[in-house]
């Protein structure tokens, strides 16, 4: 079946720790997204990427970094720079038409000890 | 710039009633989609319904449809028949045409289907 795979579902850090999330999809989509939530708060985001080896600043992307070195993957790096990391992080993937929905993965809740 | 306001931080619904869940949109886009999205308590986004700004009918997908009124800029969710596993986040958002790759997000209304 197709969708997307986030691992891992929870992830403990210390702070000072650089941590990697991983998001893949088999949907043969060309964008892929990370998005942030906080508790009551709707998603933002991080960085998109529209094709491979090329990739965006969202809204938040300081104290993040990504790469798109192959067409399924597009892992995320939350770097020690990052004030507040303690999130839900949803990866996503879409068409790159304006009427395409863009599916989500399961989700990974990084805790900051 | 673009902005989506849902105003309802929370909704009480009786199982088998319908509900209607706002959702308010700015845009100087004269082309753009408008989305709904469920999340449930385990945190995966599911995609329930789209509208485009072009579509002269609302959208409709099983129990949920979509009252769109353009001159208004709503894109209201309403949801027929509700169930006990309607209980969850809501979340409209749009994607407008001059940055098709990206989806706004409004701050979501919790549902809460009772017996």
């Known amino acids: 079946d197709g969708g997307i795979t986030q691992s891992p579902k929870y992830l403990f850090r210390k702070e000072g720790q650089n941590v990697t999330l991983s998001c893949e999809q088999n949907?043969?989509?060309?964008?892929m997204y990370w998005y942030r939530q906080d508790p009551g708060q709707g998603l933002r985001l991080i960085y998109y990427s529209q094709i491979v080896n090329d990739f965006q600043k969202g809204d938040i992307a300081e104290g993040y970094s990504v790469s798109r070195e192959k067409k399924e993957s597009f892992p995320l790096t939350v770097t020690s720079a990052q004030k507040n990391p303690t999130a839900f992080y949803l990866c996503?993937?879409?068409?790159?038409?304006?009427?395409?929905?863009?599916?989500f993965g399961p989700g990974t809740r990084l805790t900051v000890l | 710039a673009q902005k989506i306001t849902q105003t309802q931080p929370g909704m009480f619904v009786q199982e088998k009633e319908a509900v209607t869940l706002d959702c308010t949109y700015d845009t100087s886009d004269q082309s753009y989609g408008l989305f709904w999205y469920k999340q449930p308590s385990s945190g995966e986004m599911i995609f329930l319904i789209y509208?485009?700004?072009?579509?002269?009918q609302n959208a409709t997908e099983g129990r949920y449809s979509l009252n769109f009124q353009k001159a208004r800029k709503s894109a209201n969710l309403v949801i027929s028949a509700s169930q006990l596993g309607d209980s969850a986040m809501y979340f409209c958002a749009m994607r407008g045409s001059y940055n098709t790759d990206k989806l706004i997000f409004g701050t979501g209304t919790r549902l809460q289907v009772f017996p």
């Open positions: 996503a993937s879409s068409k790159r038409v304006i009427n395409n929905e863009q599916f």
């Open positions: 949907l043969n989509h060309d964008a």
């Open positions: 509208q485009g700004s072009y579509d002269e």
